[in-house]
DNA sequence: GTCTATACCGTGATAGAC
DNA sequence: GTCTATCACGGTATAGAC
C-alpha cells in the first residue's frame, strides 16, 4: 500500500503542493511557495515532476488509489455483513462517507489537505470533468449501483441527482471554508467532521428514500 | 432596481470579469484577459475599480443585492400563503431554490456566470469566510428562522448542518462542473437546473425532517 | 469624466550551466 | 541534484487623447 517514496525530498514537495493547492488553487500557487514550505530548491520541483501541470496530477493521484481501497472495502464490508437484501441505504453512505473521517482522524495533517484538494476539483468547472472522472468514476458507480439495489425500482436519474446532492454536500464538508462557523455563531464548527457525518448519513438515506422511492 | 451603469464600458468589464473569474477563479484570470474579453483597454479595470481584488469585488457585490430581495420575497410569498403553522419545509427550501432556476432561465448567461461565481467562492477555503457572510448570512438566517418554525424542537445545531448539506449540493448544481454528465453517461446534465431543483427540493426537505424531528 | 497607449518593475515558469 | 539566468507575463501607474 505504501509505495516508497522517490526522494525524501519529492515527498516534501507532494506534501507542500498538496496544502497550497487545496488552500489556494493551482493558480493561486507558485513553485516558488511550493518549493519555500518544502525548504528546497525552486528547481527540484521541475526535476522530479516537470511542469506545474504535472505535479498537481501527481498531487492529485497520490492519495487516490489508497481512498478507493478504503471506501471499497469499507463497501465490500458492509455487503458481507448485510443479509440477502444487501445493506440498506444508510449502510452504504456509511461506508461512502466514514474513510474519510478516518483518513482525517489518523492525525496525518496530509490527508486533511488531499480531501479538501478532491473538493477544490470536484466543485471547479474546469477541473471538475477533466480530473474526477478517470480516477474516481468506476468505485463511485460501485455504490451506487449498491443503492440501486437498496432503492428497488429507483430511476437511474432519481439516482445520479442524488448522488449530486450527496457529493455536493460532502465537497463542501471536505472544503472546510469555516463558513459554518460563522453562520452558526460558533455552534457549528467545519473541522468538526464526526457532527458532520453524523447528520450526513441520516440526512441523506432520507433524501435518497424520498427522491428513489416515490412511486 | 437596475441602477444606472458608472458607463457602458464598466459593465462590459464587470460581465467579462463575472464570466473568467467563475470559470478560473481569482488567480486564474489576468486583467489582460478581462479587458481583451470585454473589449477595452488593459488600463481601464483600474481606472473604473482599482485594484484587481476590488474588481473581484465589485463583481461579487453586482447582483447581491438582486439576489436577495427575489429570494426574500419568495419567502414572504410563502410565508403570506400559509396559514398560522407557517409554510413547509418544502415551501421554505422551494423559496430558497426558485428565484436561482428563476435567474439562470431569463437568458442572461450573466446570471448563470454570476452564480457560479458565488458556488466558487462558497467552495474556497480562502474566500468563504472571507466573502459570503457579509452579503448573505442576514437572508440565510431569514431562511434559517422558517426552518426553525418548520421543525418544532429541532436543535440549532442540527438546523445548521442540514443548511449546510443544502447550501453544498445546491453550490455544486451551481459550479455547472458537468462532472454528473460523465458519471451518468448522459443521462442528466449540469445545465438542466430544473431536474436538479425538482429532486433538490423533496430530497432536502425529508433531509431536514429525519434530522431535525428525530427527537 | 472616460478611455487608450505605453511604460515600469516585480515575479513567474522553465531551461541550461554547474 | 542544485544554482542561476532567461524571458514572458503579471498588476499597476502615468500621460495624454477624446
Chains 1, 2 share one sequence.
Not at 496544502?19 to 528547481?43: E, N, S
Request: proline letters at 3%; charged letters at 20%.
Amino acid at each position: 500500500m505504501s509505495e516508497k517514496p522517490a526522494s525524501p525530498k519529492s515527498e516534501k514537495i507532494l506534501d507542500a503542493a498538496e496544502k497550497l493547492f487545496a488552500l489556494h488553487g493551482y493558480d493561486g500557487v507558485t513553485l516558488r511557495q511550493i518549493a519555500t514550505t518544502a525548504g528546497v530548491d525552486v528547481a527540484l520541483a521541475n526535476y522530479h515532476f516537470g511542469r506545474k501541470l504535472a505535479l498537481f496530477s501527481a498531487v492529485f493521484e497520490r492519495r487516490a488509489a489508497h481512498l478507493n481501497e478504503a471506501r471499497r472495502s469499507a463497501l465490500r464490508a458492509c455487503q458481507a455483513n448485510a443479509g440477502e437484501g444487501g445493506p440498506s441505504v444508510e449502510q452504504i453512505i456509511e461506508a461512502f462517507l466514514r474513510p474519510l473521517e478516518l483518513a482525517q482522524e489518523t492525525g496525518d495533517a496530509g490527508w486533511q489537505h488531499y480531501l479538501a484538494l478532491v473538493a477544490y476539483i470536484n466543485n471547479s468547472p474546469y477541473w471538475g470533468q477533466r480530473m474526477m472522472s478517470r480516477l474516481f468514476d468506476e468505485l463511485v458507480l460501485e455504490f451506487i449501483d449498491a443503492l440501486r439495489q437498496a432503492l428497488p425500482g429507483a430511476a437511474d436519474r432519481d439516482l445520479f441527482w442524488c448522488y449530486h446532492n450527496l457529493s455536493g454536500a460532502l465537497t463542501l464538508t471536505l472544503a472546510q471554508t469555516g463558513r459554518i462557523d460563522t453562520l452558526s455563531q460558533g455552534k457549528c464548527l467545519s473541522s468538526d467532521l464526526q457532527a458532520a457525518y453524523d447528520r450526513m448519513i441520516p440526512f441523506m438515506a432520507a433524501g435518497f428514500r424520498e427522491v428513489c422511492m416515490k412511486s
